[in-house]
């Protein structure tokens, strides 16, 4: 719950910027963040950080994690200042949906040093006007809520080799799509995963026609991991696409092994126009 309030809360103020008529924004109007080069400052984003600009060589930075942006003062830039306040340049950060800007001043009194700042709504301007697609943070969201739900639809399901699998649910928010999918290993070897792949295929494929596949990758996916011994249930989310019916969206486990086992689900496109909204 406090996940989702936040994130309203970024889109809601992230809109009234965009609302606002005049989109210029003066140095002078900037957030004053005091670093000195002692100390170093770091930004927390709450989305993956894309893009970082430092405007000037006073300050060094770089990206540690995907959220996190850390930046110093150069010792031999502002070694020359004597402790005064100095502006040493402005920072731009550009996450997945926003881009925010800092004045970064030298100071040395600790009592305006700070670690870390959070990069709020009110200190960002939104990069698109419209209809804003989803972020990293958002899609987990959602994804979270998707393999909380307990209602299995059992869309479609297959065996093989002693691994059965089956998609419990399809969801849709906005232009994405959410595959609820679970797979259970019925026998007493550990399944080693080599990759889950997903692609549109011709329904009817003979010896004489030539195999007519197009792959689709996920936007997202909620779980990372390498191996299961007896049961692996995952969400995946894809961008809106749709396909004749001539053509079916199948899902191929696969083993990572020379001789690996693997295993096939088909989904008809009806089943992803009957889709349940999150």
């Known amino acids: 719950m406090k996940l989702k309030i936040i994130t309203l809360l970024f ?6 910027v965009c609302a606002q008529q005049n989109e210029t924004r003066l140095k002078t109007e900037l957030p004053r ?4 080069e002692e100390i170093s400052l770091h930004f ?18 770089d990206i540690p994690l995907e959220n996190v942006f850390r930046v110093k003062a150069i010792r031999d ?21 926003f881009i925010a800007q800092y004045d970064l001043w030298y100071a040395h009194d600790e009592r305006q040093l700070k670690t870390q700042i959070e990069i709020l709504p009110i200190n960002t301007s939104p990069l698109e006007v419209g209809k804003i697609p989803l972020s990293d943070q958002e899609l987990r969201y959602f994804s979270i809520e998707a393999f909380k739900g307990k209602k299995k639809d059992k869309i479609t399901k297959s065996s093989q080799y002693g691994i059965s699998g089956q998609v419990n649910s399809i969801y849709t928010v906005d232009d994405y799509i959410f595959l609820d999918i679970s797979f259970t290993n019925k026998t007493n070897l550990k399944f080693d995963l080599d990759q889950v792949r997903f692609e549109i ?10 195999v007519q596949s197009i792959e689709i990758e996920p936007e997202y996916q909620l779980f990372t991991p390498e191996s299961f011994e007896k049961k692996y249930r995952n969400i995946y989310v894809f961008k809106k696409f749709t396909f004749p019916n001539s053509k079916v969206f199948t899902i191929e486990l696969s083993e990572s092994q020379i001789s690996g086992r693997t295993l096939s689900l088909e989904i008809k496109y009806a089943d992803l126009l009957a889709a349940d909204t999150l």
């Open 44 to 61: 927390l984003s709450p989305e993956p950080i894309q893009y970082v600009d430092i405007s000037t060589d006073n300050m060094i930075g």
């Open 77 to 97: 830039s502002v070694s020359d200042l004597n402790g005064y306040n100095k502006s040493l340049g402005v920072i731009t950060i550009i996450g997945q949906k």
């Open 11 to 16: 889109l809601v103020l992230s809109v009234s």
């Open 201 to 210: 295929e011709d329904k009817r494929i003979t010896k004489a026609t030539n």
């Open 33 to 36: 963040i005091y670093i000195d």
